[in-house]
Protein backbone atom coordinates (compact mmCIF):
# COMPACT_ATOMS: atom_id res chain seq x y z
CA UNK A 1 0.00 0.00 0.00
CA UNK A 2 2.62 2.57 0.88
CA UNK A 3 6.17 2.59 0.07
CA UNK A 4 8.28 5.55 1.75
CA UNK A 5 11.79 5.16 0.13
CA UNK A 6 15.12 7.29 1.99
CA UNK A 7 13.10 9.93 3.38
CA UNK A 8 14.71 12.70 4.75
CA UNK A 9 13.32 15.86 6.97
CA UNK A 10 15.38 19.07 7.26
CA UNK A 11 14.58 22.36 9.16
CA UNK A 12 16.50 24.96 9.11
CA UNK A 13 16.59 27.58 12.32
CA UNK A 14 18.83 30.11 11.99
CA UNK A 15 21.87 29.55 11.18
CA UNK A 16 21.35 25.87 12.09
CA UNK A 17 20.47 22.98 10.26
CA UNK A 18 18.05 20.11 12.19
CA UNK A 19 17.80 17.11 10.83
CA UNK A 20 14.32 15.12 11.95
CA UNK A 21 14.37 11.95 9.34
CA UNK A 22 17.23 10.79 7.93
CA UNK A 23 17.42 8.50 5.24
CA UNK A 24 14.29 6.13 6.41
CA UNK A 25 12.46 3.50 3.97
CA UNK A 26 9.80 1.70 4.87
CA UNK A 27 6.72 -0.72 3.42
CA UNK A 28 3.47 -0.57 4.65
CA UNK A 29 1.20 -3.74 3.51
CA UNK A 30 -2.50 -3.08 2.94
CA UNK A 31 -4.46 -4.42 6.22
CA UNK A 32 -1.48 -3.95 8.36
CA UNK A 33 -1.82 -3.01 11.75
CA UNK A 34 2.14 -0.93 12.44
CA UNK A 35 3.66 0.97 15.35
CA UNK A 36 5.65 3.32 14.74
CA UNK A 37 8.11 3.92 18.41
CA UNK A 38 10.61 5.58 19.62
CA UNK A 39 11.57 8.17 22.58
CA UNK A 40 10.56 11.63 22.19
CA UNK A 41 12.28 13.65 19.51
CA UNK A 42 12.88 10.52 17.40
CA UNK A 43 11.14 11.81 14.46
CA UNK A 44 8.06 8.97 15.02
CA UNK A 45 5.18 12.01 14.39
CA UNK A 46 7.41 13.66 11.37
CA UNK A 47 7.60 10.22 9.65
CA UNK A 48 3.86 9.64 10.36
CA UNK A 49 2.45 13.05 8.72
CA UNK A 50 4.90 12.56 5.60
CA UNK A 51 3.63 8.67 5.03
CA UNK A 52 -0.19 10.16 5.18
CA UNK A 53 0.76 13.04 2.89
CA UNK A 54 0.39 16.18 5.75
CA UNK A 55 4.57 17.38 5.56
CA UNK A 56 6.40 17.35 2.23
CA UNK A 57 10.04 15.31 2.75
CA UNK A 58 12.69 17.43 2.07
CA UNK A 59 14.32 14.29 -0.18
CA UNK A 60 12.57 11.03 -0.89
CA UNK A 61 9.17 9.41 -2.06
CA UNK A 62 6.09 8.15 -0.79
CA UNK A 63 4.57 5.93 -2.88
CA UNK A 64 0.64 5.42 -2.25
CA UNK A 65 -0.70 3.15 -4.72
CA UNK A 66 1.55 3.53 -6.82
CA UNK A 67 0.93 7.08 -6.52
CA UNK A 68 3.80 9.29 -5.62
CA UNK A 69 1.63 12.11 -2.84
CA UNK A 70 4.64 14.58 -3.23
CA UNK A 71 4.93 15.16 -7.16
CA UNK A 72 1.13 15.37 -7.50
CA UNK A 73 0.04 19.25 -7.47
CA UNK A 74 -1.69 20.40 -3.57
CA UNK A 75 -4.92 19.98 -4.50
CA UNK A 76 -4.89 16.40 -5.80
CA UNK A 77 -2.78 15.23 -2.62
CA UNK A 78 -5.44 16.94 -0.35
CA UNK A 79 -8.51 15.05 -2.50
CA UNK A 80 -6.01 11.55 -2.11
CA UNK A 81 -6.13 12.82 2.02
CA UNK A 82 -9.80 13.65 2.24
CA UNK A 83 -11.22 9.85 0.14
CA UNK A 84 -8.33 7.75 1.45
CA UNK A 85 -6.69 8.67 4.13
CA UNK A 86 -7.99 9.10 8.01
CA UNK A 87 -5.74 10.64 10.68
CA UNK A 88 -6.49 10.70 14.51
CA UNK A 89 -4.39 12.97 16.51
CA UNK A 90 -3.55 13.23 20.31
CA UNK A 91 -5.23 16.53 20.80
CA UNK A 92 -8.39 15.69 19.09
CA UNK A 93 -8.85 18.70 16.99
CA UNK A 94 -12.37 18.46 17.13
CA UNK A 95 -14.16 21.59 15.72
CA UNK A 96 -15.63 23.26 19.09
CA UNK A 97 -18.83 25.04 17.65
CA UNK A 98 -20.23 21.54 16.08
CA UNK A 99 -21.91 18.50 17.19
CA UNK A 100 -20.05 15.60 17.38
CA UNK A 101 -22.08 14.58 14.31
CA UNK A 102 -21.30 17.31 12.66
CA UNK A 103 -17.65 16.87 13.61
CA UNK A 104 -17.98 13.48 11.93
CA UNK A 105 -19.67 14.21 8.73
CA UNK A 106 -17.05 17.37 8.22
CA UNK A 107 -14.94 14.91 5.97
CA UNK A 108 -18.01 13.97 3.62
CA UNK A 109 -19.77 17.17 3.42
CA UNK A 110 -15.71 18.29 2.08
CA UNK A 111 -15.65 15.08 -0.09
CA UNK A 112 -19.17 16.21 -1.16
CA UNK A 113 -18.83 19.75 -2.28
CA UNK A 114 -20.33 20.79 1.55
CA UNK A 115 -23.48 19.05 0.70
CA UNK A 116 -24.88 17.64 3.71
CA UNK A 117 -27.47 14.38 2.82
CA UNK A 118 -29.41 11.89 4.59
CA UNK A 119 -27.00 9.06 3.62
CA UNK A 120 -23.75 10.87 5.01
CA UNK A 121 -25.34 11.72 8.17
CA UNK A 122 -26.93 8.28 8.78
CA UNK A 123 -23.26 7.60 8.58
CA UNK A 124 -21.74 9.79 10.96
CA UNK A 125 -24.95 8.76 13.03
CA UNK A 126 -23.73 4.51 12.42
CA UNK A 127 -20.58 5.09 13.32
CA UNK A 128 -20.76 7.19 16.83
CA UNK A 129 -23.31 4.41 17.31
CA UNK A 130 -20.37 2.14 16.45
CA UNK A 131 -18.01 3.97 19.15
CA UNK A 132 -20.35 4.05 22.24
CA UNK A 133 -21.94 7.62 21.66
CA UNK A 134 -25.18 7.24 20.03
CA UNK A 135 -26.71 9.01 22.54
CA UNK A 136 -24.35 11.93 22.56
CA UNK A 137 -25.04 12.92 18.76
CA UNK A 138 -25.92 16.63 19.65
CA UNK A 139 -23.52 17.30 22.09
CA UNK A 140 -20.01 19.53 21.43
CA UNK A 141 -16.69 18.79 22.56
CA UNK A 142 -16.56 20.97 25.62
CA UNK A 143 -19.47 18.80 26.98
CA UNK A 144 -17.28 15.39 26.46
CA UNK A 145 -15.00 13.66 28.20
CA UNK A 146 -11.06 13.07 26.68
CA UNK A 147 -11.95 9.48 26.06
CA UNK A 148 -15.32 10.58 24.16
CA UNK A 149 -13.67 13.50 22.04
CA UNK A 150 -10.96 10.84 20.85
CA UNK A 151 -13.86 8.44 19.95
CA UNK A 152 -15.56 10.94 17.77
CA UNK A 153 -11.94 11.89 16.56
CA UNK A 154 -11.97 8.06 15.38
CA UNK A 155 -15.54 7.91 13.55
CA UNK A 156 -14.41 11.23 12.02
CA UNK A 157 -11.50 9.80 10.57
CA UNK A 158 -13.56 6.78 9.53
CA UNK A 159 -16.53 8.49 7.52
CA UNK A 160 -15.30 8.34 3.89
CA UNK A 161 -14.42 5.01 4.77
CA UNK A 162 -10.41 5.20 4.40
CA UNK A 163 -8.06 2.42 2.79
CA UNK A 164 -5.44 3.65 6.12
CA UNK A 165 -6.13 5.36 9.11
CA UNK A 166 -2.59 7.44 10.56
CA UNK A 167 -3.01 7.77 14.56
CA UNK A 168 -0.48 10.28 16.38
CA UNK A 169 -0.37 8.83 19.93
CA UNK A 170 -3.87 8.17 20.11
CA UNK A 171 -4.00 7.31 23.65
CA UNK A 172 -1.57 9.78 24.94
CA UNK A 173 -4.30 12.02 26.69
CA UNK A 174 -6.38 9.46 28.07
CA UNK A 175 -6.93 7.94 31.45
CA UNK A 176 -6.15 4.11 31.21
CA UNK A 177 -9.05 3.02 30.92
CA UNK A 178 -10.13 5.42 28.06
CA UNK A 179 -6.95 4.55 26.37
CA UNK A 180 -7.92 0.81 26.39
CA UNK A 181 -11.16 1.13 24.99
CA UNK A 182 -9.79 3.21 21.88
CA UNK A 183 -7.41 0.56 21.15
CA UNK A 184 -9.80 -1.80 21.21
CA UNK A 185 -11.70 -0.15 18.80
CA UNK A 186 -9.00 0.54 16.51
CA UNK A 187 -7.67 -2.76 16.40
CA UNK A 188 -11.55 -4.35 16.27
CA UNK A 189 -11.19 -2.29 12.08
CA UNK A 190 -8.26 -3.79 11.93
CA UNK A 191 -9.47 -7.49 11.99
CA UNK A 192 -12.94 -6.85 11.08
CA UNK A 193 -12.59 -4.88 7.82
CA UNK A 194 -9.15 -4.84 7.48
CA UNK A 195 -8.27 -1.31 7.96
CA UNK A 196 -4.52 -0.51 7.72
CA UNK A 197 -3.54 1.27 10.93
CA UNK A 198 -0.41 2.99 11.66
CA UNK A 199 0.02 4.23 14.90
CA UNK A 200 2.96 6.03 16.98
CA UNK A 201 3.22 5.75 20.10
CA UNK A 202 5.53 5.73 23.42
CA UNK A 203 3.54 2.96 25.01
CA UNK A 204 5.09 -0.50 25.16
CA UNK A 205 1.59 -1.84 25.89
CA UNK A 206 -0.30 -0.48 23.23
CA UNK A 207 3.33 -1.50 20.69
CA UNK A 208 2.67 -4.95 22.00
CA UNK A 209 -0.81 -5.20 20.38
CA UNK A 210 0.12 -4.59 16.86
CA UNK A 211 1.40 -6.50 14.24
CA UNK A 212 4.62 -4.95 13.32
CA UNK A 213 6.53 -2.45 14.99
CA UNK A 214 9.03 0.09 13.15
CA UNK A 215 11.82 1.53 15.69
CA UNK A 216 12.64 5.01 15.54
CA UNK A 217 15.37 6.79 17.08
CA UNK A 218 17.58 9.87 16.19
CA UNK A 219 15.83 10.18 13.08
CA UNK A 220 17.10 6.71 11.77
CA UNK A 221 15.57 2.96 11.66
CA UNK A 222 16.93 1.21 14.65
CA UNK A 223 17.93 -2.58 14.31
CA UNK A 224 16.13 -4.24 17.10
CA UNK A 225 15.94 -8.08 18.25
CA UNK A 226 13.70 -10.36 16.86
CA UNK A 227 11.56 -10.80 19.73
CA UNK A 228 11.55 -7.13 20.60
CA UNK A 229 9.01 -4.38 20.49
Known amino acids: ?3 AKDIHKTYRQADNI ?12 DGEAVGIVGPSGAGKSTLLHILGGLDKPSQGEVNFFGDD ?7 ARAAL ?7 VFQAYHLLPE ?3 LENVILPAMIKNNSRKTSHIELEGVKLLEMVGLGSRLTHRPDQLSGGEQQRVAIARALVNRPQVVFCDEPTGNLDSASGILVMDILLNLNARDKQTLVIVTHEEKIAKRLGRVIHIRDGELETTPANAV
Open 1 to 3: MII
Open 18 to 29: LRVVKGVSVEIA
Open 69 to 75: LYTMADE
Open 81 to 87: RNAHIGF
Open 98 to 100: LTA
